[in-house]
């Protein structure tokens, strides 16, 4: 059992983000960059199917700076055999990169592309079904739960109010939402072992992209806040104001 | 010709609702570029009939594909029924909801056609002929102002952001000629669609409930309060919560749920990490009833009442009860 796993480097979920003097970028001082939270069940459930099947091959490909080596190394410690890391200055632009990503995974053999559903930081939820079109392949996306047979992938992917199942043959694409699996701790061994695997490192051009960033911005401001009152005597107060001052109930 | 295209999504035949927010915001674009609104459906049988009351939301063609294959979403068939109709009209828009079935459509059809996609969208302008959006990224820890450099420009919808507008389209409808053809990805069934509550995501009112509640049996209280509220509320929860298995996943709202924007979000026992902030500042009044005077929560609630949620919510409960059984 092959697989890829496309992953990404990204501020951690409890980062405070503030816009960059630029207005382009966000200040990266004092923020705390981790792999993408999604990604690590799509790497979880590419290690348990090599396990399971008793071969097989889980590489990792991430597209970013110099500094992503470091969540490529995060991945080969969970149990990745290898790594390539992409290296582009990355945009909120999905297409550029899932081209890029296509181009680097054609012509390579595997059962499944793996990917987080969403990376946290641009929220884009583009580029998994983006490369299964540009690579021609079926793709589930906010797949809670796997089962493969001779060659079949059944999928449950998450939609409002329940799941779909979703059926396709292999190889196909599979993006991972929370609920997957049980992602595993590096382990000491496991840290070391990452340090001799192979990591290949290439340039690549981003290219194209219909988006232009005009400029990041904070979110909107709240109103100032109100503290109504104590316990449960606040509550016909609070009614009021929900009825009068802000006309939602 | 300035065409925009809407995916008017759909499900058992009949529009879901966020289809009328995709036309509302296509007949915008679609007046001030000077085109025509296409509206493309695809469903189950009915499901033809249903969409042509799209017509209302400014709806000048309704594109139609009905077929029993088509009951499930098909995405292999809706991605060839829209990048056809985009050959066939040049649009200069394919707008779609950023529902589960419209942000996995409109990242394959923006693969298949080779053009960019904003998901996500809270804002959109015309500016200069070029069409210019906001979307939230960092869950909405801060906001992107990305122009359009091509056509189409794909967009997608944060869904509850955006009015549904009467507005009468022309309203030709038009039978596509779609078969369900090679078929990659294959839908099979839908499980759990009994739906007694609304998507945390599509819901109108927020419930949610933390750590504060203590226990999972507590939850009672909280569907007792969205009752009350009526059928446009729902439940959601922290990540404690669901961390713990107190509640599912597809309640979970933050940064690593779901981001909501309701007109109205009760956050009940929920401190207010960082990571759940995020997910539900958009929301056009939060209230928080939260033991501590000092949760971050507070911050950025409209109304905060400082108290223990297992007297406040029950006194809460009736309150609304009396106000509904009074006529609202």
């Known amino acids: ?249 | 010709m300035a065409d925009v295209i809407a995916y008017a999504e759909m499900r058992d035949g009949t529009l879901r609702p966020v289809a009328r927010e995709t036309v509302s915001v296509a007949r915008v674009l679609a007046d001030e570029l000077g085109g025509d609104v296409v509206a493309v459906a695809l469903g189950g049988p009915g499901s033809a009939d249903a969409a042509r009351e799209l017509a209302g939301y400014g709806a000048d063609r309704i594109l139609t594909a009905e077929n029993e294959a088509f009951a499930n979403y098909d995405p292999d068939s809706a991605v060839r029924a829209i990048e056809s109709i985009a050959g066939d009209t040049s649009p200069v828009a394919i707008v779609f909801p950023a529902s589960a079935q419209g942000k996995d459509l409109s990242a394959r059809v923006a693969g298949r056609l080779d053009r960019s996609l904003a998901s996500e969208v809270t804002e959109f302008d015309v500016e200069d002929g070029s069409i210019v959006v906001t979307r939230p990224v960092y869950a909405g820890k801060a906001y992107a102002r990305l122009r359009f450099r091509e056509t189409p420009a794909l967009i997608s919808l944060r869904p509850n952001v955006f009015p549904v507008v009467k507005k009468q389209g022309a309203g030709v409808a038009e039978a596509l000629d779609l078969e369900p053809g090679e078929v990659r990805t294959r839908v099979s069934g839908i499980e759990g669609g009994s739906r007694e509550r609304l998507d945390v995501r599509e819901a109108d009112v927020v419930v949610a409930g933390g750590r504060g509640m203590q226990a999972p049996e507590h939850w009672k209280m909280l569907d007792d309060l969205v009752d009350a509220l009526g059928p446009q509320a729902t439940l959601g929860a922290s990540r404690a919560v669901v961390d713990a298995g107190w509640r599912p996943h597809g309640e979970q709202v933050g940064q690593t749920g779901k981001v909501v924007s309701p007109s109205l979000y009760f956050a009940i026992g929920i401190s207010g990490a960082i990571q759940h902030l995020a997910g539900m500042q958009t929301a056009k009044v939060i209230v928080a009833v939260n033991k501590d005077p000092e949760a971050p929560i507070f911050g950025v609630a409209n109304y905060g009442i400082v108290g223990d949620a297992f007297e406040v919510v029950p006194r809460l409960t009736e309150e609304i009860r009396t106000l509904r059984g009074a006529g609202g």
């Open chain 1, 1 to 249: 059992m092959n697989s890829i796993v496309c992953i990404k480097r990204v501020p951690d979920s409890e980062a405070r983000i503030r816009v960059a003097a630029d207005g382009r970028s966000i200040d990266p001082s004092g923020v705390r960059f981790d792999m993408n939270e999604y990604d690590k069940y799509a790497i979880e459930e590419a290690i348990q199917r090599r396990e399971a099947a008793g071969d097989g091959q889980v590489t990792v490909i991430t597209v970013g700076g110099d500094e992503a080596r470091e969540t490529l190394r995060q991945a080969l410690a969970m149990g990745a055999d290898d790594a390539v890391l992409l290296r582009a200055d990355v945009s909120l632009d999905g297409l550029p990169i899932a081209r890029a990503l296509a181009d680097e995974i054609r012509g390579r053999p595997f059962d499944l592309l793996l990917f987080g559903k969403q990376a946290i930081d641009d929220d884009g939820m583009q580029v998994p079904a983006m490369v299964s079109e540009l690579l021609g392949l079926p793709c589930a996306t906010v797949v809670v739960s796997l089962q493969i047979e001779n060659g079949r992938a059944i999928a449950r992917r998450e939609i409002e109010g329940g799941h779909e199942v979703v059926e396709f043959e292999l190889p196909g694409v599979i993006a991972a939402q929370k609920g997957l699996n049980e992602p595993r701790y590096p382990s000491l061994k496991g840290i070391m072992a990452a340090k001799k695997k192979p990591l290949e490192e290439k340039d690549v051009a981003l290219v194209g992209g219909g988006l232009e960033l005009v400029g990041l911005t904070g979110p909107p401001a709240r109103p100032e806040p109100q503290i109504v009152g104590e316990g449960a005597e606040a509550v016909p107060e609070l009614v009021r104001r929900l009825r009068q001052e802000v006309k939602v109930l």
